[in-house]
């Protein structure tokens, strides 16, 4: 511990953001004095349990503190913010790992894996809006992007490049490996891809990501938003995993046997997926968590006339249609908004694909159609099942499935289905202006 602080020290470092994720995948923390560093490893910066989305912790009692106690491996400087360090903190109740903390509950599906040999290998692709908020609505920050196919645009993308840039840099500095940054589909929205790594390590990065993301978009005047879908007329923004499975000898699991051949996954990499699959219902609950993910889960015309998020259970190769893309030795899931929780929606994937395996799932033939091409008609009848099409249904089948369920534990999943449950009725009650311009006068 003293070399670390003797370090960070030297590196100009006086304070630690000793910083933890709640249930909803916002970043939460406090300043800690880099003198203090000892106790923040050891025992843990303490804060009120009940304050907490998702603990369900009581006011009183031995229980009501929650510790937010810090990673030795995942503490580094924060490049944007000179003089202060990152902590990645995991959450402790009673001197225990507990057993709501996001991070802790990927803890627990990364142990699983690794009692079986195996590690989780995860790369996540962020897309996000960069917004302004005037005369009481909001708009894409660059007054300019307005094309019809905005998508690689190499007019607008420039006038970011200095965003952009930073946010490269800032990252890089950070460790995190990027390998690109585009202009997407929609008005004011882009997306970094970073180099893959171990599933934990990945959702550390996207919270890094995110902490760094907004800050820097904040000094230049802009609102940083990973809202599913801010505009009805265009694309949402996903939260993409590609995903493979290793051993210790570094091994991918998920190769097939003979490479360039037809196969793309192995047996145990289709089994996995099988699982996925089967899950998906539930998983949706925890990839798009929100009222307005639902906006984006749909089939339709997007702006420039392609949708990228699925809407219906399938997979297929190199299929963007389906909900699960297979590549040699790998997947990509295409489910989860930017508004998931990297730390849950992981776990649950970790938990959907071991059931696929232990009960040696198939997940049936190829899709090699364009399914936003095809009848709602022609989609039942090739056996694909549809994705949940609003919160209140992906949390019935949260609450219907023991799989994700018994992944979360049972404070965070009953917690989660309690809160989102709420946020429904919430939704569901609110009198939009949409239903006062259309019935207000009518009858």
Same mark, same amino acid.
């Given at each position: 511990?003293?070399?670390?602080?003797?370090?960070?020290?030297?590196?100009?470092?006086?304070?630690?953001?000793?910083?933890?994720?709640?249930?909803?995948?916002?970043?939460?923390?406090?300043?800690?004095?880099?003198?203090?560093?000892?106790?923040?490893?050891?025992?843990?910066?303490?804060?009120?349990?009940?304050?907490?989305?998702?603990?369900?912790?009581?006011?009183?009692?031995?229980?009501?503190?929650?510790?937010?106690?810090?990673?030795?491996?995942?503490?580094?400087?924060?490049?944007?913010?000179?003089?202060?360090?990152?902590?990645?903190?995991?959450?402790?109740?009673?001197?225990?790992?507990?057993?709501?903390?996001?991070?802790?509950?990927?803890?627990?599906?990364?142990?699983?894996?690794?009692?079986?040999?195996?590690?989780?290998?995860?790369?996540?692709?962020?897309?996000?809006?960069?917004?302004?908020?005037?005369?009481?609505?909001?708009?894409?920050?660059?007054?300019?992007?307005?094309?019809?196919?905005?998508?690689?645009?190499?007019?607008?993308?420039?006038?970011?490049?200095?965003?952009?840039?930073?946010?490269?840099?800032?990252?890089?500095?950070?460790?995190?490996?990027?390998?690109?940054?585009?202009?997407?589909?929609?008005?004011?929205?882009?997306?970094?891809?970073?180099?893959?790594?171990?599933?934990?390590?990945?959702?550390?990065?996207?919270?890094?990501?995110?902490?760094?993301?907004?800050?820097?978009?904040?000094?230049?005047?802009?609102?940083?938003?990973?809202?599913?879908?801010?505009?009805?007329?265009?694309?949402?923004?996903?939260?993409?995993?590609?995903?493979?499975?290793?051993?210790?000898?570094?091994?991918?699991?998920?190769?097939?046997? @003979?490479?360039?051949?037809?196969? /793309?996954?192995?047996?145990?990499? !289709? %089994?996995?997926?099988? &699982?996925? *699959?089967?899950? =998906?219902?539930?998983?949706?609950?925890?990839?798009?968590?929100?009222?307005?993910?639902?906006?984006?889960?749909?089939?339709?015309?997007?702006?420039?006339?392609?949708?990228?998020?699925?809407?219906?259970?399938?997979?297929?190769?190199?299929?963007?249609?389906?909900?699960?893309?297979?590549?040699?030795?790998?997947?990509?899931?295409?489910?989860?908004?930017?508004?998931?929780?990297?730390?849950?929606?992981?776990?649950?994937?970790?938990?959907?694909?071991?059931?696929?395996?232990?009960?040696?799932?198939?997940?049936?033939?190829?899709? @090699?159609?364009?399914?936003?091409? /095809?009848?709602?008609?022609?989609? !039942? %009848?090739?056996?694909? &099942?549809? *994705?949940?099409? =609003?919160?209140?249904?992906?949390?019935?089948?949260?609450?219907?499935?023991?799989?994700?369920?018994?992944?979360?534990?049972?404070?965070?999943?009953?917690?989660?289905?309690?809160?989102?449950?709420?946020?429904?009725?919430?939704?569901?009650?609110?009198?939009?202006?949409?239903?006062?311009?259309?019935?207000?006068?009518?009858?």
């Amino acid at each position: 511990m003293i070399d670390i602080q003797q370090r960070l020290a030297a590196q100009g470092v006086h304070t630690v953001l000793a910083q933890f994720t709640d249930m909803h995948g916002v970043a939460k923390g406090k300043y800690v004095p880099l003198a203090k560093l000892g106790e923040l490893i050891e025992t843990g910066a303490g804060f009120a349990g009940p304050s907490i989305w998702g603990t369900a912790l009581p006011r009183t009692g031995a229980r009501a503190e929650y510790y937010a106690r810090a990673d030795v491996e995942r503490i580094q400087p924060m490049p944007w913010m000179p003089g202060y360090a990152r902590a990645v903190c995991s959450g402790y109740v009673d001197n225990q790992p507990f057993d709501a903390c996001p991070r802790q509950v990927l803890l627990r599906g990364v142990q699983r894996l690794a009692e079986r040999g195996w590690v989780l290998k995860t790369g996540i692709e962020p897309e996000f809006f960069l917004l302004k908020h005037e005369a009481g609505q909001w708009r894409p920050a660059d007054d300019h992007d307005r094309l019809d196919k905005p998508s690689y645009d190499l007019k607008s993308l420039p006038r970011q490049a200095g965003y952009l840039h930073a946010l490269h840099e800032t990252l890089s500095k950070s460790g995190l490996d990027v390998l690109q940054l585009d202009h997407e589909d929609a008005h004011g929205q882009y997306e970094v891809n970073f180099a893959f790594d171990d599933c934990l390590s990945s959702a550390d990065h996207v919270m890094l990501f995110k902490l760094a993301a907004h800050a820097l978009a904040e000094e230049r005047g802009m609102v940083f938003s990973m809202m599913p879908k801010p505009f009805a007329n265009q694309p949402g923004s996903g939260l993409h995993f590609h995903l493979s499975l290793w051993d210790t000898t570094h091994r991918c699991l998920f190769a097939p046997a @003979t490479k360039g051949g037809p196969e /793309l996954l192995s047996p145990l990499g !289709r %089994q996995f997926l099988a &699982g996925v *699959l089967a899950h =998906s219902p539930a998983l949706c609950a925890l990839a798009a968590p929100t009222v307005n993910s639902y906006k984006r889960l749909v089939v339709g015309e997007s702006l420039s006339g392609t949708s990228w998020a699925p809407a219906y259970i399938a997979h297929g190769p190199n299929n963007r249609s389906a909900t699960l893309r297979t590549l040699p030795g790998r997947f990509e899931w295409r489910l989860p908004d930017a508004s998931a929780n990297p730390y849950l929606a992981t776990a649950a994937l970790i938990a959907a694909g071991l059931d696929g395996i232990d009960r040696g799932l198939d997940p049936g033939p190829d899709c @090699t159609e364009d399914l936003f091409k /095809l009848s709602l008609a022609e989609i !039942r %009848q090739r056996g694909h &099942g549809l *994705l949940p099409q =609003s919160l209140e249904q992906a949390v019935d089948a949260l609450e219907a499935d023991e799989v994700v369920r018994g992944a979360l534990g049972d404070t965070l999943s009953h917690e989660f289905i309690r809160l989102k449950r709420m946020e429904w009725v919430e939704y569901a009650r609110h009198v939009s202006g949409w239903e006062l311009q259309r019935y207000a006068a009518t009858f």
